[in-house]
């Protein structure tokens, strides 16, 4: 007899049942009986006494320090500034790339908006670079500024040290153990 084609006309010995009075018809019928989802909410989560969407707006006003207002709120941090060093002492500076009337009234508008949330300042160094627009794929006329440093980048010295791959830092990491409780 195959204990879940049992039906309730089979006479079935179990012993310590603690409270199953029948075998289930399925294996899915056997666990829905152990994971009840109602009975785990009950039993866990506390009586709502309010709508979710009030706790919700309570908890967001709560900590809306934390959340940025726009995308140019995003924090700042003091840290030491970073030095690029270079191969040449020869300033790199190259003319602006050419814009229509538009294009270069957005690329004044991004800068402005850049100069008022602090990410750039203004700088009166003889390095100089090009700036164009990039349109994003999936927002239509959205665009974001972008710098052309290539130049820059063909007499930076390279770093000795440079980042290693991700395909072999995840290897290393395969038989790596994390620890919440160690100091």
């Keep these: 007899m195959n204990y879940y084609n049992a039906n309730n006309e089979d006479n079935i010995n179990v012993k310590n049942n603690k409270g199953l009075d029948q075998v289930p018809d399925s294996p899915e019928a056997d666990l829905k009986k152990l994971f009840n989802p109602a009975m785990v909410v009950e039993d866990t989560v506390p009586k709502q006494t309010s709508e979710p969407w009030e706790d ?27 030095r690029i060093h270079l191969i040449s ?15 270069s009234k957005e690329i004044q508008t991004q ?19 090009p ?10 006329k959205r665009s974001r500024l972008c710098i052309d440093y290539r130049k820059l980048n063909e007499i930076t010295r390279k770093d000795s040290t440079p980042v290693p791959l991700i395909d072999f830092v995840i290897d290393n990491l395969t038989h790596a153990k994390f620890s919440l409780r160690s100091t």
């Design 131 to 140: 700036v164009t627009l990039a349109y994003k794929k999936d927002e239509g």
């Design 56 to 82: 919700l707006t309570q908890l967001l006003d709560k900590f809306q320090t934390i959340f940025s207002q726009n995308k140019y709120d995003v924090g700042c941090i003091n840290l030491e500034p970073q």
């Design 89 to 103: 002492d020869l300033p790199i500076s190259l003319r602006p790339y050419r814009n229509s009337q538009q294009e």
């Design 111 to 129: 800068i402005e908006e850049l100069l008022k949330a602090g990410f750039i300042r203004p700088s009166h160094s003889p390095y100089a670079a």
